[in-house]
């Protein structure tokens, strides 16, 4: 689909940002007014320690900060992604996150503060204070990390390095998204075909074998262009990630970011040795599409094209809508009238623009309805990819509406829940609406695409990273060679033999954004796991089932995560969940194999 100019996109494509202010003017009017916080948060300084009722009215302006705050950041980052050419977004958003990193240092003191109170006057304080009880599990969840809270002087100075410490994932974004460019793919016939992040996917589906290699040498010569350059971008990423773990005196960076969560770390190592031990069901997958697809050699770019090659599943955004509601019923009416209410609210930015932000999210915060990026390009993993975003919406907007905004953020791990669910519940309906088999049997490889990407895939990022800063966290440093070395191996263990080491795939890792987002990606697997578990549940439950998961998505961090998952139904401290799923992928390749016999 070719890109528009986005003032050429009729405005029910776009999403509704004036709902979080109405004009630049407000916004700027609202940050002026932000200026205020980091007095007001070093105006209580001293105090929380001696009064209960100080301690309220800090947690108070805290919660009205992380209002106008989350305000601020979503209107400001979402004008920047409309068009990350625009210097003037970038600007503002560069002041906002100063301000943020000003807030961060002035209230820096406050949890060294806390751990001086003593247990027996924490008490008191809730006795004397009965409106402190809101508060009480984040103030728990403090209390839980003393061992790792600094002096106030200490956890000053590692607030002011926050800031320093974002920018080798903001310089990545501008590098990815702004300034790198791409050759176009010619196909079989001579036609050129401009080659974007939101159309590289579509790309290499293409039936034209040709146009696949050369959109694939495409993407990765650019890339090898700057190969050192991202080497050294992600190595400042690990520095600076195990600078803070060895500095809040955690054993490693992965103990590090998953205590954030609630999570244990086992449940990162369960993860990666439950799937190698299911490798060789990956391996008999890569090998059964080197049979369909009729190739001497399968290479990395043969991986995405259907292996059913006469079904044509092309959808309008309208048509994609209309599949995501009927799929989704399910869940409830209650859940229906709210994805209604999404799209017909302007949630979602729906097309490819110039400069626009490459790929999909959901973001929001309380106080604003959320939004969903897109790059719309009309194929089934589009149709998919709107299911998913829209999940995170709901499962944003549900924890907002029913949570104090003190415990209306959900933390990562269980976000990918609620939107791969969705996921599930989408090809469980479009199987059972299949025309024929030779559409049961496109269908069936594209959902077992996505046990490859999501499940098998995302953990062989996650084992990457997690290699990478073990090699940091050991004083070694990220070559360009280092990386491509160790990821070319991964994508050996993990294919298996019936694919061609191509030597592009070794530079895969440097086009990955999400390895700046701090051991995010292995939830992506444990998250699609959860959500095979909790959507066979809801299908074959009945009312029950469907309030545990509905109470779920309202649930915030109110609980944590591991426990909110156990009261939907799913207990993802044990491997039952990843290895039942990778069972069931087994499963859906025994019957792929049989329809395609």
């Not at 050129?192 to 959109?215: C, E, F, N, W």
């Not at 940091?472 to 990220?478: E, I, K, R, V």
């Amino acid at each position: 689909m070719a890109q528009h100019n986005r003032a050429d996109i009729d405005k029910r494509y776009t999403w509704d940002l004036e709902s979080i202010f109405p004009t630049e003017d407000a916004f700027i009017e609202a940050f002026e007014n932000a200026k205020s916080y980091p007095e007001a948060y070093r105006s209580y300084q001293g105090k929380i320690s001696q009064s209960a009722n100080d301690l309220l009215a800090f947690l108070h302006m805290d919660d009205e900060a992380d209002i106008a705050l989350g305000k601020l950041v979503n209107y400001v980052e979402r004008k920047s992604d409309e068009d990350t050419r625009v210097s003037r977004y970038q600007d503002l958003s560069s002041q906002v996150m100063t301000l943020l990193v000003s807030i961060s240092g002035a209230a820096s003191w406050f949890s060294s503060e806390l751990l001086t109170i003593s247990d027996q006057t924490m008490e008191r304080f809730y006795q004397t204070c009965p409106d402190l009880e809101l508060y009480r599990r984040n103030l728990d969840r403090i209390f839980r990390r003393r061992e790792h809270t600094l002096s106030p002087a200490e956890e000053a100075l590692l607030a002011r390095a926050g800031d320093m410490a974002s920018q080798p994932g903001n310089v990545f974004s501008l590098l990815n998204d702004a300034d790198l460019t791409f050759k176009d793919a010619v196909d079989a016939q001579g036609t050129a075909h401009p080659v974007t992040h939101g159309s590289y996917i579509p790309l290499m589906m293409s039936q034209d074998r040709t146009l696949r290699k050369a959109a694939f040498a495409s993407i990765y010569e650019s890339y090898g262009q700057f190969r050192n350059t991202f080497a050294s971008l992600l190595g400042a990423q690990t520095k600076q990630l195990n600078f803070f773990a060895e500095a809040r005196k955690y054993d490693s960076a992965l103990a590090y970011c998953l205590n954030g969560n609630e999570v244990p770390t086992q449940v990162y190592t369960n993860l990666i040795d439950s799937v190698h031990k299911h490798l060789p069901t990956l391996h008999r997958y890569t090998t059964m599409r080197k049979t369909l697809l009729g190739v001497d050699k399968l290479h990395f770019y043969d991986l995405y094209v259907p292996v059913v090659d006469d079904v044509d599943m092309k959808f309008t955004y309208e048509e994609a809508c209309e599949i995501m509601l009927a799929a989704l019923k399910p869940l409830g009416e209650d859940y229906l009238s709210l994805v209604r209410k999404g799209i017909s609210e302007r949630w979602i930015d729906v097309y490819e623009t110039p400069g626009k932000r490459s790929g999909a999210y959901s973001a929001g915060s309380y106080g604003i309805h959320p939004v969903i990026l897109l790059n719309f390009q009309g194929t089934l993993d589009d149709v998919f990819t709107l299911v998913h975003e829209m999940g995170h919406s709901i499962h944003t907007y549900l924890s907002c509406q029913n949570q104090p905004s003190c415990y209306s953020d959900y933390v990562i791990f269980v976000a990918e829940v609620a939107s791969t669910c969705n996921e599930a519940l989408l090809i469980r309906y479009l199987l059972d609406h299949a025309s024929d088999s030779r559409q049961r049997a496109y269908l069936l490889n594209h959902f077992l695409e996505q046990f490859r990407a999501t499940l098998y895939r995302q953990c062989m990022f996650a084992e990457f990273e997690l290699y990478i800063n073990e090699l940091t966290a050991q004083g070694m440093g990220l070559t360009a060679d280092t990386l491509c070395q160790k990821y070319r191996e991964l994508n050996a263990a993990y294919f298996g033999d019936d694919i061609v080491l191509d030597d592009e795939i070794a530079l895969e890792w440097a086009r990955i954004p999400h390895f700046y987002y701090q051991y995010y990606v292995y939830q992506y697997s444990t998250g699609f796991a959860a959500a095979i578990a909790l959507s066979q549940r809801i299908l074959s439950g009945g009312e029950d089932e469907l309030n545990d998961y509905l109470g779920f998505l309202k649930g915030g961090s109110s609980q944590p995560p591991i426990d909110l998952l156990k009261g939907a139904g799913v207990d993802m401290t044990t491997t039952k969940p990843i290895n039942d799923a990778l069972d069931y992928f087994a499963t859906l390749l025994d019957e792929m194999e049989e329809l395609t016999r």
